[in-house]
């Protein structure tokens, strides 16, 4: 039997569905696929942007290949909207590729969770902004969590 992680669906408020987002945009700053992947199901199945993951083993696979190539990476996750089983989330990351060219990707996801609070399922769509400079980044915390006094999305205006 797999490890409860709480908050657990039904999500009945906002409080505890901003927490799981919350919960998740720490694991992704942490850029540790282990710790990201422990939060799916062993048989989560994931369309991101034009690819389709089936379980743990090809997610973090994914996530090794994106962060040794997405440099620096920086996210804020925001709840939109929650109910039962599911929340989705819009987002926004900032990182730069090897020759030091900055991105702004944007997206939304809609996650479905099972009883013990695991994800099940993950659709993300994304765009990538490419960023005319370096002084155009909004996210500048050191690499890690972001610090709780950061904007949010909203507060950015994003």
């Given at each position: 039997?797999?490890?409860?992680?709480?908050?657990?669906?039904?999500?009945?408020?906002?409080?505890?569905?901003?927490?799981?987002?919350?919960?998740?945009?720490?694991?992704?700053?942490?850029?540790?696929?282990?710790?990201?992947?422990?939060?799916?199901?062993?048989?989560?199945?994931?369309?991101?942007?034009?690819?389709?993951?089936?379980?743990?083993?090809?997610?973090?696979?994914?996530?090794?290949?994106?962060?040794?190539?997405?440099?620096?990476?920086?996210?804020?996750?925001?709840?939109?909207?929650?109910?039962?089983?599911?929340?989705?989330?819009?987002?926004?990351?900032?990182?730069?590729?090897?020759?030091?060219?900055?991105?702004?990707?944007?997206?939304?996801?809609?996650?479905?969770?099972?009883?013990?609070?695991?994800?099940?399922?993950?659709?993300a769509s994304i765009n990538d902004l490419a960023l005319v400079s370096?002084s155009d980044r909004l996210f500048r915390w050191p690499q890690g969590?972001?610090?709780?006094?950061?904007?949010?999305?909203?507060?950015?205006?994003?």
């Amino acid at each position: 039997m797999e490890k409860q992680r709480p908050p657990l669906p039904p999500f009945t408020d906002a409080a505890s569905a901003a927490l799981k987002v919350r919960m998740a945009e720490d694991a992704w700053n942490s850029r540790d696929p282990e710790r990201v992947v422990m939060a799916y199901t062993p048989a989560s199945r994931w369309r991101n942007r034009n690819l389709f993951l089936n379980g743990r083993d090809e997610i973090r696979g994914f996530l090794i290949e994106k962060w040794a190539h997405e440099l620096e990476y920086r996210l804020i996750k925001e709840l939109w909207a929650y109910t039962g089983d599911r929340i989705a989330v819009r987002f926004a990351y900032e990182w730069h590729d090897d020759r030091d060219r900055w991105f702004r990707s944007y997206g939304n996801e809609n996650w479905e969770f099972d009883e013990n609070g695991l994800m099940q399922r993950r659709h993300a769509s994304i765009n990538d902004l490419a960023l005319v400079s370096e002084s155009d980044r909004l996210f500048r915390w050191p690499q890690g969590r972001r610090p709780d006094e950061h904007p949010s999305l909203s507060d950015l205006g994003l």
